[in-house]
């Protein structure tokens, strides 16, 4: 059962099912078909903090992050404030 839906701007983008981690969640992501949408910036971002291009990818970020919200499938308040990576089916995210 997912834990948090992913929402950009009241769209829904999928939903996130924690599998483990300790200071990064971890878990699988359930896209809807609006992520394509947005799946390019997600790719980007990825790529970018692999490389190390930090500026590059925090204006990326700053570009994806706007809108972006958790959702809490538990009834508590939506997440503002948090980092997520996603790649494929598999996510990562901290808040």
Not at 68 to 84: K, N, Q, R
């Amino acid at each position: 059962m997912a834990d948090f839906r992913v929402v950009r701007n009241g769209i829904l983008l999928g939903s996130l099912t924690r599998t483990g981690g300790m200071f990064w969640s971890e878990g699988e992501f359930e896209p809807v078909p609006d992520f394509a949408n947005v799946q390019p910036l997600f790719d980007e971002e990825r790529l970018l903090l692999e490389a190390d291009e930090i500026d590059a990818w925090e204006a990326v970020w700053d570009k994806l992050s706007v809108g972006l919200v958790l959702e809490p499938l538990d009834g508590s308040g939506p997440i503002t404030e948090f980092l997520l990576h996603i790649e494929g089916r598999q996510a990562s995210w901290r808040y």
